[in-house]
């Protein structure tokens, strides 16, 4: 009797992928007892026909090394993008702290959003609008979206309706958004709202690390300068 009617035949269990996966994994030497099984196996390929054990190992590497390139070149795309935009909020501070008024402050987030992020749009609402004006501030009352979309979170990112767009921007957004809830000294003031006319730009999963620091400092220096 050969191995193969041996192993069909052992304790009467018929022969099934299970059972040669298992005694493959449990016996890591079989190929190198039955080296010519090797060369002589031949696999279907749905791209290149028949192939051998060896050629079909071969080929799962190299793609294995063509996936790890991609990868690879992919994250320096994404550490290049992350460098870039740490230099610009690294330079927005400067310029933000240099401000001497909340006009001024708010002109500095207006350029910054629209000329040096390529975003479209740039409001500011405020809980207490009374204490200044500005093109930036939304003049309806956002209190409804603050509460609907802010009232657990810090930030909010994706779509929103056609009612609350036209209450902070007063027109359509045909991309997303973020909304970016302002507290100082656990004090709310209001929030930032930044549209893209890429719908897929502000998701859900963004990363909040920049964010978080941008809110804290935009916060702090909205209500020093609100405050004089």
Request: glycine share 2%; charged share 25%.
């Amino acid at each position: 009797m050969n191995k193969k009617e041996q192993l069909t035949h052992t304790d009467d269990l018929p022969l099934t992928d299970e059972l040669v996966s298992a005694y493959l994994q449990d016996n890591p030497d079989f190929f190198k007892r039955n080296n010519e099984l090797m060369t002589g196996l031949r696999l279907i390929d749905s791209q290149r026909g028949t192939v051998s054990l060896v050629e079909r190992q071969q080929q799962q590497l190299r793609q294995k090394l063509h996936d790890l390139e991609d990868e690879i070149t992919q994250l320096m795309s994404i550490a290049t993008h992350n460098e870039n935009l740490f230099m610009l909020y690294s330079d927005l501070y400067l310029r933000l702290l240099d401000c001497q008024s909340a006009s001024e402050l708010l002109d500095c987030l207006a350029q910054a959003t629209i000329e040096l992020l390529s975003l479209s749009a740039f409001k500011l609402y405020l809980l207490d609008s009374d204490v200044i004006e500005h093109d930036c501030l939304s003049k309806n009352d956002c209190q409804g979206v603050m509460q609907n979309r802010l009232k657990n979170s810090d930030y909010y990112f994706g779509r929103l309706q056609h009612s609350e767009q036209q209450l902070i921007f007063s027109h359509n957004c045909t991309g997303s958004v973020v909304l970016v809830k302002l507290v100082h000294d656990d004090k709310e003031l209001g929030f930032l709202a930044i549209s893209s006319d890429d719908a897929h730009h502000f998701d859900p999963r963004m990363d909040t690390l920049l964010l978080s620091q941008f809110k804290r400092l935009v916060a702090k220096l909205l209500q020093q300068h609100l405050s004089l």
